[in-house]
């Protein structure tokens, strides 16, 4: 085990990176599922899908990867708002979006995962930006580029759905409804409109992320389901719905990732991640920042 001060100090510095897009690719579960209790599990793989999107149009265009994000970022959450209202029809206005929910965004999962395969076939999708090969170094701490300006677009990504979230009135009309719709339905507030532009928010933030992510690495039709696990658990010890345990869990998932695969090895990494999760939530159930029950 290599216990050098400087090489933890980069690992830090890494994991925060990393863990600032895994808090923006958690960022839109937390609202579907820590506030609306939707659980995505096909979240992962819409971010994937919007990666390969902006990975054609970069190469259509050379725009950058992350200016072609917020282009594509509206059709997703355009797609969310259709998605949502199938959703409702199907399951939710029925009761029977527990089991038969869950089942219907696992099909989507790989039916997204099966679309991307047959039409951009197997090979990795990747983008070259200007700063993709760049380094920043502060002393003996290097921040590379390719991560360092999407980390930095992530942040400032969260500050403006903190702020919509927190001062607007859809923004606390999405956090009413997730404690109670029928005190929204007497105030005259229609709930399943309200969740329709929470969920198509959602998706939308997926479709940012996955601009950043494939800025950070190239991505195949299969890689959502790395990160499936991952941002669930992020929310998870975070705390449903606190967008800022999110935030906290994510930054903190990332640091332990990097720092494990420093000194342990990557193939370490997931299992003492995962097994800090347990750990934690068997300490704390409720996550970081979760309303106690």
């Given at each position: 085990m290599n216990l050098d001060p400087v090489l933890i100090l980069n690992a830090c510095a890494s994991g925060l990176l990393l863990g600032s897009f895994y808090a923006v690719a958690a960022a839109?579960?937390?609202?579907?599922?820590?506030?609306?209790?939707?659980?995505?599990?096909?979240?992962?793989?819409?971010?994937?899908?919007?990666?390969?999107?902006?990975?054609?149009?970069?190469?259509?265009?050379?725009?950058?990867?992350?200016?072609?994000?917020?282009?594509?970022?509206?059709?997703f959450a355009l797609f969310g708002a259709g998605l949502y209202r199938v959703y409702y029809f199907l399951f939710?206005?029925?009761?029977?979006?527990?089991?038969?929910?869950?089942?219907?965004?696992?099909?989507?999962?790989?039916?997204?995962?099966?679309?991307?395969?047959?039409?951009?076939?197997?090979?990795?999708?990747?983008?070259?930006?200007?700063?993709?090969?760049?380094?920043?170094?502060?002393?003996?701490?290097?921040?590379?580029l390719r991560m360092l300006v999407p980390s930095l677009c992530a942040l400032a990504t969260l500050a403006i759905l903190f702020a919509f979230l927190k001062l607007t009135f859809i923004g606390r009309a999405v956090a009413a409804v997730a404690q109670d719709r029928e005190a929204l339905r007497l105030m005259g507030i229609d709930p399943v409109r309200v969740k329709t532009i929470a969920f198509a928010l959602s998706v939308g933030l997926a479709a940012l992320a996955g601009g950043a992510l494939i800025v950070i690495q190239p991505v195949d039709s299969s890689s959502g389901q790395i990160f499936v696990g991952r941002l669930f658990a992020i929310v998870i010890m975070g705390g449903l719905g606190s967008l800022p345990g999110t935030v906290i869990a994510g930054l903190l998932f990332g640091v332990i990732e990097d720092l494990t695969a420093t000194l342990l090895g990557p193939s370490w990494s997931p299992a003492v991640a995962f097994g800090l999760l347990l750990g934690f939530l068997a300490l704390r159930p409720r996550g970081l920042l979760g309303a106690a029950t």
């Amino acid at each position: 085990m290599n216990l050098d001060p400087v090489l933890i100090l980069n690992a830090c510095a890494s994991g925060l990176l990393l863990g600032s897009f895994y808090a923006v690719a958690a960022a839109g579960l937390s609202v579907s599922f820590g506030l609306l209790d939707i659980v995505n599990i096909a979240h992962p793989a819409l971010m994937v899908a919007a990666a390969f999107v902006i990975s054609s149009i970069v190469g259509a265009t050379a725009l950058d990867p992350l200016l072609a994000a917020l282009i594509v970022s509206p059709f997703f959450a355009l797609f969310g708002a259709g998605l949502y209202r199938v959703y409702y029809f199907l399951f939710e206005r029925r009761g029977d979006e527990s089991i038969r929910g869950l089942a219907f965004f696992f099909g989507l999962m790989f039916l997204i995962e099966v679309s991307l395969l047959l039409l951009w076939g197997a090979d990795q999708q990747w983008v070259s930006a200007r700063y993709s090969s760049g380094v920043l170094s502060l002393g003996k701490v290097d921040f590379p580029l390719r991560m360092l300006v999407p980390s930095l677009c992530a942040l400032a990504t969260l500050a403006i759905l903190f702020a919509f979230l927190k001062l607007t009135f859809i923004g606390r009309a999405v956090a009413a409804v997730a404690q109670d719709r029928e005190a929204l339905r007497l105030m005259g507030i229609d709930p399943v409109r309200v969740k329709t532009i929470a969920f198509a928010l959602s998706v939308g933030l997926a479709a940012l992320a996955g601009g950043a992510l494939i800025v950070i690495q190239p991505v195949d039709s299969s890689s959502g389901q790395i990160f499936v696990g991952r941002l669930f658990a992020i929310v998870i010890m975070g705390g449903l719905g606190s967008l800022p345990g999110t935030v906290i869990a994510g930054l903190l998932f990332g640091v332990i990732e990097d720092l494990t695969a420093t000194l342990l090895g990557p193939s370490w990494s997931p299992a003492v991640a995962f097994g800090l999760l347990l750990g934690f939530l068997a300490l704390r159930p409720r996550g970081l920042l979760g309303a106690a029950t």
